[in-house]
Every structure is written in C-alpha cells, then in structure tokens.
C-alpha cells in the first residue's frame, strides 16, 4: 500500500468527499485523472498564491546591466529552497522591484560626522520631505528596466543611473502540493476538485448509451460543480489583497 503525506491525504480525503465516495464510484480510467487534478490544481493555487522569495543585487557606476538566472533565484533568494524541492519549483514572474533611497535617514555622510566628532542632532522624520527627496531622486536616476527570457531562464536587468541596491521580490510555484501552507491547502483542495469533477463531467457528458437498461446522469456532478466554481472564484477574489502587496 502506498504510504501518502500529509497534505497528500488530505487531498485524497477531500476529493473522496466532493464525490461522495464510495456513494459515487470512479473509474479506473477516470481514477487516472486524479494526478493530472493535482498537477493542474497546484498551477492554479500557486497563481493566485504564489511563493514570496527575496533577493537583494548591487549595482554601480561600471556596469548597467546584469542578469539573474532563474536558479540563482531558488538558490540565493530568501528563503532558499532546499536541493530536493527544485525540481517540483518553477519561476513565476517577478512581482516587484525596490529601490532603496539615499534618504537623510541613512545618509552615510552622517556617519562621516559622527566619526570626526561633529555633534549632531537626531533626524526628525518629516513625511513631505521624505517624499519630495524620493521623487528627486527618482527623476535624475529613472527607474530599473528588465525582461524575463525563458529560453534562457534568466532575468535581464537594465540598472538605473548611478549606484545602489536593487530588491526583487519574485514569484515562485511548485507542482507538488506538499510545499502549500496548512493554512490553505483547504484552498489547494478546492482547485484540486473543482479540476477534477469538471474532468469526470466532460467525460460522461460525451457518452451515449444504445439498448442499455440504465442512463449516465452527471446532475449530481454537475450541481457539485457548480458550487465549486463558485468557491474558486471567491478563493481568487481574495487573493487579488496579497497580490496587491507586491506593488
């Protein structure tokens, strides 16, 4: 007997109860269906809530441009996803670029200050200025450009002018459902029987019984199915708050 994972079970629970199994029995053909559920139902999960990885790149004055293979995003991003998950990981999409301010908060000439003894006062955070010093500076350095080149998997970065640090916030997915938080697999599952049962109905909606003393009925499916397109909506209704976190 194979021996499942936890989040495995629970998936394989979650479908059993969507079908009303053993009430409703599957075909072996259409038990086959089930991987190709998954499969699709991580895609769908993992576009809606994907997998947040941090990395922090320099730039300066010798060169404008660099590039970020899309492994060096699972290797040297936060958090790092370990060897073994990898080849269940693709890369998404970047989500959101940041570019940090020479602001007078962390000015290195105020350390300079410091160092020769000149008394200085605290900085008093003034919103107005903050904004109008950002705006400045983002008129004289323009913003960072790039493109993402999947025959290559790497990211193309064209730097703005001058030096600093650029940080990306990248999205990351996987097509194995072990790597979801507990807190939402109740989600993964949704997407998970919302693709399957649509499977199984387009299957049986096709057949056509000739001198058979019994008719296929998908109603039952198809009245589960329904409610489920309704709870996916919902479910992606809600991620479009922690998509907006990126921008």
């Not at 979801?180 to 989600?187: G, L, R, T, Y």
Request: proline content about 5%; aromatic content about 12%; some cysteine.
């Amino acid at each position: 007997m194979a021996k499942f994972s936890p989040i495995h079970e629970v998936i394989e629970n979650a479908i059993n109860l969507d079908l009303a199994n053993p009430g409703f029995l599957i075909s072996e053909k259409e038990q086959g269906l089930k991987d190709s559920a998954i499969y699709m139902g991580c895609l769908d999960y993992y576009r809606c809530w994907p997998m947040k990885v941090r990395m922090a790149r320099k730039y300066g004055m010798d060169g404008g441009q660099y590039t970020i293979p899309f492994d060096a995003v699972f290797n040297e991003g936060v958090p790092r996803i370990p060897k073994e998950q990898q080849k269940y990981a693709y890369f998404l999409g970047v989500m959101r670029v940041n570019k940090p301010s020479w602001n007078q908060m962390s000015n290195p000439n105020n350390f300079d200050r410091q160092l020769l003894g000149v008394s200085i006062q605290p900085n008093q955070y003034d919103p107005l200025k903050q904004i109008t010093y950002e705006t400045y500076e983002d008129l004289s350095t323009g913003q960072p450009q790039f493109d993402i080149d999947r025959t290559t998997s790497t990211i193309n970065v064209m730097c703005p002018f001058g030096l600093g640090q650029l940080i990306w916030d990248f999205a990351v997915g996987f097509t194995n459902p072990e790597y979801v938080e507990m807190s939402k697999v109740d989600w993964l599952c949704t997407f998970i029987s919302y693709r399957f049962i649509e499977s199984i109905v387009q299957a049986r909606s096709g057949i056509k019984l000739t001198n058979a003393g019994f008719d296929v009925s998908t109603a039952a499916l198809e009245e589960r199915l329904a409610y489920l397109r309704e709870k996916v909506g919902k479910i992606k209704a809600l991620s479009i708050s922690y998509l907006c976190q990126w921008s």
